[in-house]
């Protein structure tokens, strides 16, 4: 029994924008008149013509300047962004494998104790490239696993069973940015992001398992291999509290018709910014859940990656 549920375990691991002028006219003097001559007839003068004040130029106001977009907003002038991250998922697997018509269900309950057990190598990460609103993303996540039993057989002999998963969980996209909202006034006050995101959730899974007998001396070996490619909607909505707190939350669901699988994912982190080196980077912690559901028309099975992580990211 011992040597079946760890065998079964082994399976399931597959698990931003005049001045004017004025002239005066000096008036002429007159001559004095001459003594006993009669006064000649008094000349009129002809007064001056009176000053004419030159009018100021008419002032023409300028048009108003054509109104020019925000520089570095639309897709060719934005600058590109790059964001790499990298986190631990102290996960835990708990799964389910039925037969369809009843006969037999099998729960196993993997532990992150168990994992850590069992692991001889694994890596979690993802990996963002934006340009203005569009951006491409990927988050891998590889593990490779083994166990190991020894137990007697019918016959007394000494026999030990090795199981070898080699299992990978891969999402891969492109998101789109629909809304930057900013929640009240002031430079300071907190902005919420949505971008919703679709692309493909892809499972690979090798599981080896080696038997040795040694009342027959022979190791017995065999493999299986599982891939699964799911389409995948979602949305990611980023809610910057400050300039350096955030809250971020996500969700997706998938479904693929020909190896009728279902899966989705739900994801909730707080993060914190700030400077390593020139770089700007962050630190975050939250919880992530992803559920994959198959059946092939004889065999169900349910299987889940659930846990708290931690990670540590850099933008340039």
Known sequence: MRTMQSITRALVLAAGLSALFASTVPVAAQEPAKPQEAPPPAAQETPPPAAQEAAPPAVQEAPPPATQPETGTGFKDAPWRFDVNLYFWTLSVPATIENKDGSREIDVNVSFHDLLKYMNFGIMGEAEVHKGPVGLFVSPMYGD?????????????????TGYIKMSVIDYGISYQVAHWKLGNGADAPVLTLE????????????????????????????????????????????????????????????NVEDV????????????????????????????????????????????????????????
């Open 145 to 161: 696993l083994e166990e190991s039993t020894n137990f007697t057989g019918p016959l007394g002999n000494d026999n030990n069973a």
């Open 196 to 255: 919703p995101y679709g692309g493909y959730r892809y499972f690979y899974d090798k599981t080896t398992i080696k038997l040795y007998s040694s009342a027959l001396n022979r190791t017995v070996k065999t493999s299986t291999t599982s891939i699964i490619n799911t389409p995948i909607l979602g949305a990611r909505a980023v809610l910057d509290l400050t300039k350096r707190w955030y809250f971020t939350a996500a969700g997706d669901y998938g479904w």
């Open 261 to 316: 699988v279902n899966t989705w994912q739900a994801i909730g982190l707080v993060g914190y910014r700030f400077k390593m080196g020139k770089f700007p980077s962050k630190v975050f912690a939250g919880t992530r859940y992803l559920h994959l559901s198959t059946d092939d028309g004889t065999v169900k099975a349910n299987l889940a990656l659930k846990g708290p992580l931690v990670g540590l990211g850099m933008e340039f």
